[in-house]
């Protein structure tokens, strides 16, 4: 079987493995329309597909963040919360496929230093912006700053997410019965780092 293949094969089961990785660590049952199944599935199958279609350096680094961050994403989307069950090994699992696909010492000291900045940023948003900007969305930036760093999408991938939570935004807004509904940036923040870093 061709990678390419191979590559579709597990996209089309990653969809369902990342609903049932959201669907264990949800506190609120989700009970999503056939046609949400359909859409998060083929998104994060497709996220997955073109992960694995990389170079394997860069699919061991972005593969955790394709599936766990998705998962996270979807509970960020139904709950407004990014699970700490998901985000603390994300990172952890996304850190040491840094250090594992570094090529030199200065590759694993920038692999360690973007997790540093990464929350030092969080801390400063959280600070700035606390009532939109969650606990949760904090955790998850030391995550995408690993894999923007090794991607060498820094700017791409702080665009990206903000183009994206902005139309986030302007969805909720429109389905919103007031503007105190929440906007979550999770699965902003996750299909912003993985596009960026994808290109």
């Not at 506190?27 to 359909?38: D, K, Q």
């Not at 992960?51 to 599936?67: C, G, K, M, S, T």
């Not at 606990?135 to 791409?156: E, N, Q």
Request: charged share 10%; glycine share 10%.
């Amino acid at each position: 079987m061709s990678g390419i293949a191979n590559a579709a094969l597990v996209a089309v089961l990653a969809g369902p493995t990342v609903l049932l990785i959201a669907r264990h660590t949800v506190t609120i049952a989700i009970r999503l329309r056939p046609i949400a199944v359909t859409a998060i599935s083929a998104m994060a199958g497709l996220m997955v597909g073109v992960v694995l279609a990389l170079p394997p350096e860069h699919a061991i680094l972005l593969l955790p963040l394709a599936v766990l961050g998705c998962a996270a994403a979807v509970v960020d989307a139904h709950e407004g919360r990014l699970p700490d069950v998901l985000t603390w090994p994300l990172l952890v699992v996304t850190l040491l496929a840094g250090i594992v696909t570094a090529k030199g010492s200065g590759a694993v000291g920038a692999t360690v230093l973007s997790v540093l900045a990464g929350g030092c940023v969080a801390v400063v948003m959280k600070a700035a912006v606390s009532t939109a900007f969650g606990w949760g969305d904090a955790k998850l930036v030391p995550t995408l700053a690993v894999v923007l760093v090794r991607h060498d999408a820094i700017v791409a991938g702080i665009v990206s997410m903000s183009v994206l939570v902005a139309v986030t935004a302007f969805i909720v807004g429109i389905r919103a019965a007031d503007r105190s509904a929440l906007v979550p940036y999770g699965p902003a923040m996750v299909v912003g780092t993985v596009g960026a870093a994808a290109l």
